[in-house]
């Protein structure tokens, strides 16, 4: 009987099948006893090729496969020096606290800032996220969130180490895409939307440093890694997600001036796209909730010292408060960026005096949570990647349900998987991958019209609403609306009972 002779073509996805088999037995081995966070209810069928489709994680390039085959083996070695601490007892899926080499570039307190980092050996991929918090634009109201919200103005009690979730996690079923990158959180602590570039005084009580902050992470990490990383992507979430648009135009010419040309920066933007719309009623401007978002953003970009992007500088001049809104900023950014925001966002909401608690809202109040919708709808038409949601919610990327929420069918961890792949055949000039969607928005026109929204909660009791229960807290007026939609009204109860 004749031996079997392999293909040598078929040892590389061999070989790239046992790895891959072996890395989910790692996870799955030291996981021991620990429970899965409770989800709001199991994902769908649909999302199953999603969660296995991990090879995107594997800092493996196979372009080599075909065009160089030691290259190839190389990168194989990488992937088992990754999988390397399957050996260990235990798995340190730990962000680690570092502070900054330069120690003039503070907090607002003047005590030293810095970044939390887990580092994946092997990876070439690079996510560097924004922490989110609001702000303060006045000495006034600073004291006052110095006093209550000291975290977000000190390092002085920061914890040593920090858990990764959401795109921060470092297992495979709750990160499909990135969790084999390296990790690093930077805390918010400048209280300035990531944009100052002021020193503490003795004129002025607080430092206001966001913008140095990211730019001295990024020199430090250097030394770490990045300066090998292939693709860096910076990333946020609220004023986090504002930073991101202020930032990573700045982030790409810092490393391109330092002659790292070749890493790839791109940014993902969660929950800070802003509109300076008119505020439902007009209260008097005390603090960050009571004011409207432009009147906080010009008296904060004096406070602060800000440094906004130079071309959009260039397009507002005079008003550069302007930067600080998405859809005023972004077509003036020249890294790609992806958008994630929910059409109905609590923070804007928030800002623009719509209370959501007490007693269902006034028809006027309703009115205009649709129409907030719409315009968000409006300023996104020309984003080419994001994820909308018809949703109330607020921040999404670091939440554990963030696999679960879909758009036409499609999860946000799949939609990035499309993205990084359109980035990467576009350098190739190949063409986009079919079935692979970038641009995904929601046209159902009231809030959790999409039924794979986050849980809603009674903010009194605690319990979980219905959908049809939330929209009647909300002031829905089911035979109002049932008569603009020419339809029966226990008919559109029924279709909003069953998610439709």
């Not at 440094?307 to 998405?326: A, I, K, L, Y």
Request: aromatic share 10%; net charge neutral; with cysteine.
């Amino acid at each position: 009987m004749k031996a079997v002779k392999m293909v040598p073509s078929l040892l590389p996805a061999l070989l790239l099948l046992v790895l891959m088999q072996s890395s989910v037995l790692c996870v799955r081995r030291f996981r021991g006893g620990r429970n899965p966070q409770q989800r709001r209810s199991p994902p769908p069928p649909t999302h199953r090729a999603d969660r296995g489709d991990t090879t995107e994680s594997f800092p493996l390039d196979f372009t080599a496969v075909e065009e160089n085959m030691d290259n190839f083996m190389t990168q194989v070695k990488n992937l088992a020096q990754s999988l390397y601490p399957c050996s260990a007892q235990k798995l340190d899926h730990d962000m680690k606290l570092n502070f900054l080499v330069n120690t003039s570039v503070t907090c607002n307190d003047g005590s030293p800032a810095g970044y939390y980092l887990k580092e994946s050996r092997g990876s070439r991929r690079w996510l560097i996220f924004l922490e989110g918090g609001w702000y303060c634009f006045n000495k006034e109201n600073c004291d006052s969130r110095y006093e209550t919200m000291r975290r977000f103005m000190s390092s002085s009690k920061w914890p040593q180490t920090k858990r990764g979730t959401g795109i921060l996690s470092p297992l495979p079923e709750e990160n499909p895409h990135w969790w084999n990158a390296n990790m690093v959180y930077i805390p918010y602590c400048s209280s300035d939307v990531w944009s100052g570039a002021t020193a503490k005084t003795e004129q002025s009580a607080y430092a206001f440093m966001g913008s140095l902050i990211i730019q001295e992470v990024v020199k430090n990490l250097l030394s770490k890694g990045l300066d090998n990383a292939r693709v860096l992507l910076l990333a946020g979430s609220s004023a986090g997600g504002t930073g991101v648009l202020l930032n990573v135009d700045r982030v790409a010419e810092l490393l391109e001036g330092m002659e790292y040309a070749g890493i790839q920066v791109r940014g993902l933007s969660d929950s800070g796209w802003f509109l300076d719309n008119k505020q439902y009623h007009c209260t008097d401007c005390v603090d960050t909730i009571g004011c409207t978002p432009t009147e906080t953003i010009k008296r904060g970009i004096k406070y602060w010292g800000s440094v906004v992007p130079e071309r959009c500088r260039q397009s507002h001049e005079g008003e550069e408060w302007n930067c600080f809104f998405g859809y005023r900023v972004f077509p003036s950014i020249k890294s790609p960026v992806f958008v994630v925001q929910w059409l109905f966002d609590e923070a804007q909401l928030t800002v623009d005096n719509i209370q959501l608690t007490g007693q269902p809202v006034q028809e006027g109040q309703w009115r205009y949570i649709q129409n907030l919708g719409i315009e968000l709808r409006n300023t996104l038409k020309d984003v080419p990647a994001m994820f909308a949601p018809a949703c109330l919610s607020h921040e999404v990327i670091t939440r554990n349900y963030w696999i679960d929420v879909q758009v036409k069918g499609t999860s946000l961890p799949r939609a990035l998987h499309c993205w990084d792949r359109s980035l990467h055949d576009s350098r190739n000039n190949k063409a986009p991958p079919k079935a692979c969607p970038v641009h995904l928005i929601d046209n159902c026109p009231w809030p959790h019209c999409n039924p794979t929204c986050p849980t809603i909660r009674d903010q009194f009791t605690g319990q979980e609403m219905s959908v049809v229960q939330f929209l009647m807290h909300m002031g829905f007026d089911v035979q109002k609306m049932a008569q603009q939609q020419g339809m029966d009204p226990s008919k559109l109860l029924g279709m909003l009972s069953s998610g439709s």
